[in-house]
């Protein structure tokens, strides 16, 4: 099993040069090796598709026609190659989309390059890491007392807001927690985060009203700023007024992006600390987010996140996690079953007419969430 630890960098000036001229390289060779690709199932569509050694072959040939692509970490250059092998693998089976042409002026970028030998280290304290053609590089590790001999890649990103960060595969030793034998239902909601079945919620951090004002004024700003350059006849990418705004814009979205990952962070550490079975809806998303009323405060709570972080954290700590359909769970009553209609959404407490029993809207519907997963998993 593999994991990655995600972590900022400090490169100085000659280092930055060096990875923006390595995300340019690796980009030159996946648009050169897709532009081939394409050319030749234009011209024979009954050929099959070329194997990863046949176009990682084809990288010598590239070097000596272009010399400078020798200036780069070679690694680098290799995992372009063998990624764009491996998409097409993936489009085949139906995984993913056609690999598409990479861009310049894409925000973000990043380049992949695997472990030879000892290329990729940290040192005695992980406060410096080393990596190919850079040497050493200041590091701030998220995570204390990595192994190097777990190391197995590292991927070099390149943020909107102008950070550099690294994200270090490793490989992960048995972390099993120990069983604590209970159960949980998670109702997911909007004015609260996530609500268990026993009766304990998450509040909602609510990003997107908190920095509201922020991104305004900046956005205004870098409209503006656009508009003026555009005015002049001056290329976005040399406007100094306008990237200074839209990197403006960039640091508070990933501001945004990192406290609502750190907050799910918490919550799906807390679940999987002390319950065994965890059950939760499965939402579609896609069908709330028509309420235009409630759209923004929906996309906000990054719903899809949560459950893809429980997922492979159930995974890692041994615990069951299971997903139900929500239909009706917040109007059957979870003591008697009792249907007791639909309700607007600002009743938030009501009573059963069969049983009497006075419910929470959002626990009631938890427990019924985590009673139909209880059901299904005697069912199997």
Known sequence: MYKGIECKIYPNQQQADIIQMTFGHTRFIWNQMLGMLNERYQNNKALKML???TLSSLIP???REHTWLKDVDSVAIQCSVKTLSETFERFFKGFCRYPKFKSRKQHQQSYLSTIRGQNIRLNYNQRYIKLPKLGWVKCKPSVQHIENERIQSVTVKQRPSGKYTISVLVTSENQALTKTGKSV?????????????DGHKYPSQKLHLKYQRQLHYWEKRMARRRLKAKAAGIDLKDAKNYQKSRQHVARIHEKITNTRKNDIHKITTDLVENYDDIVIEDLKTSNMLKNHKLARSIASQSWHLFKTILTYKCRIYGKQLRCVNPYKTSQYCSN?????GKKALAIRHWTCPSCHTNHDRDINAAQNIRNIGLEQALVK
Do not use: R
Not at 185 to 197: E, H, N, P, Q, R
Not at 336 to 340: F, I, N, P, Q, T
């Open 61 to 63: 040939q590239l070097k």
């Open 336 to 340: 008697c079953g009792y249907d007791s």
């Open 51 to 53: 194997s990863y050694c």
């Open 185 to 197: 239902g998670i109702d997911l909601g909007v004015s609260d985060f996530a609500i268990t079945s």
